[in-house]
């Protein structure tokens, strides 16, 4: 296994389109969350699943934005109606429900959107 | 969600040891205290994390205050891929709460 992985890397749009992101987690991670980064800031917790349950959403994650995670493996984070300020990086990471890892988030590359 | 406090920035020499400060005044008893970092046109990746003891791995070392209010992560021989931004990050629950981090800047 190679890591977590994120498609597209890079997502141009125009305002008012939709958009959508898929993470891949690490294999028998059970927990997936999402992040959002926008330049010279640290990461802003969006969303996490334990396998396809949605247990926590940041107050940022406004009614545009809607994750899914069907059947506790891949996810996806949908953004409608895109703005300006929807343009950051968006960071998935998986972890482990036990083990030696279980402390760890493990973070993919991140997709890069920019609305024009 | 209380943030940490760090740096803005750092410098050091290669081969030297680097102690990256983070200060955590509000922490609460059952707050672990995560580090990350980030490369360039990367994820944040796991460094060490730690509750009360000092902790050790093959990254960095991790010194916590007797009181919990403060604590250092110690690069112990600094190399230039250790150039990144430092998160000190408190974890109560499962999201990880990210300040700015300290950005360390490595000199050949």
């Known amino acids: 296994d190679t890591g977590v992985s994120q498609n597209p890397r890079h997502k141009i749009t125009k305002r008012g389109q939709n958009v959508t992101f898929r993470c891949d987690p690490i294999?028998?991670?059970?927990?997936l969350y999402w992040y959002r980064q926008t330049l010279g800031q640290g990461p802003e917790f969006l969303t996490y699943f334990q396998n396809e349950a949605q247990l926590e959403k940041s107050r940022l994650l406004s009614d545009r934005f809607s994750a899914e995670r069907p059947k506790g493996s891949f996810s996806t984070l949908e953004i409608q109606r895109t703005e300006q300020g929807d343009s950051a990086m968006y960071l998935c990471a998986s972890s482990p429900l036990s083990g030696s890892s279980y402390n760890e988030q493990f973070f993919g590359p991140g997709t890069r959107l920019t609305v024009l | 969600d209380a943030k940490t406090t760090q740096p803005n920035s750092m410098e050091s020499n290669e081969e030297e040891p680097v102690h990256l400060p983070c200060n955590h005044s509000?922490?609460?008893?059952?707050?672990?205290i995560h580090w990350y970092r980030q490369l360039p046109s990367q994820g944040p990746e796991y460094v060490i994390h730690?509750?009360?003891s000092n902790v050790n791995n093959r990254m960095a070392s991790l010194a916590i205050a007797e009181d919990r209010k403060s604590s250092t992560l110690i690069l112990h021989r600094a190399t230039l891929r250790d150039a990144a931004v430092y998160y000190c990050i408190r974890k109560g629950a499962q999201k990880l709460v990210f300040g700015q981090g300290t950005r360390l800047t490595i000199n050949p």
């Open positions: 730690g509750l009360t």
């Open positions: 294999s028998e991670h059970n927990r």
């Open positions: 509000t922490i609460s008893g059952t707050d672990y």
